[in-house]
């Protein structure tokens, strides 16, 4: 059974830094891609970063400069470094993987057919 669980989010304030992780287990790590997914209230998921098995990261325009999306082989985590934070990122984050896909652009702005999903972590951001 996969599972993927996040952690690492919480309240910061403008300009602030988070690392989201996302710990796997069940799944095949060395295959397929990996991204991170937001949600805020009242929007649609939007997908904001993604990296293949050979390490190459795919961001949307609205994080390219500020997050930063690694992904370590051995422990089976993945994780999402966001600086500067503003407002505007406050979601639920949610990581995603799936061994079909074959482009991490797709992955990103076609998640329908992503087989596995996190529950979510939530990053508030504000003053």
């Known amino acids: 059974q996969v599972q993927l669980v996040e952690s690492g989010g919480g309240s910061v304030e403008p300009g602030g830094s988070l690392t989201l992780s996302c710990t796997s287990s069940?799944?095949?790590?060395?295959?397929?891609?990996m991204g991170w997914f937001r949600q805020a209230p009242g929007k649609e998921r939007e997908g904001v970063a993604a990296?293949?098995?050979?390490?190459?990261?795919t961001y949307a325009d609205s994080v390219k400069g500020r997050f930063t999306i690694t992904r370590d082989n051995a422990k089976k985590i993945l994780y999402l470094q966001i600086k500067s934070l503003k407002p505007e990122d406050t979601a639920t984050y949610y990581c995603?993987?799936?061994?079909?896909?074959?482009?991490?652009?797709?992955?990103?702005?076609?998640?329908?057919?992503?087989?596995?999903w996190g529950q979510g972590t939530q990053v508030t951001v504000s003053s």
């Open positions: 995603a993987a799936d061994p079909h896909y074959g482009d991490s652009w797709y992955f990103l702005t076609q998640p329908g057919k992503i087989g596995f």
């Open positions: 069940g799944y095949t790590f060395s295959i397929g891609y």
């Open positions: 990296i293949g098995t050979d390490g190459n990261p």
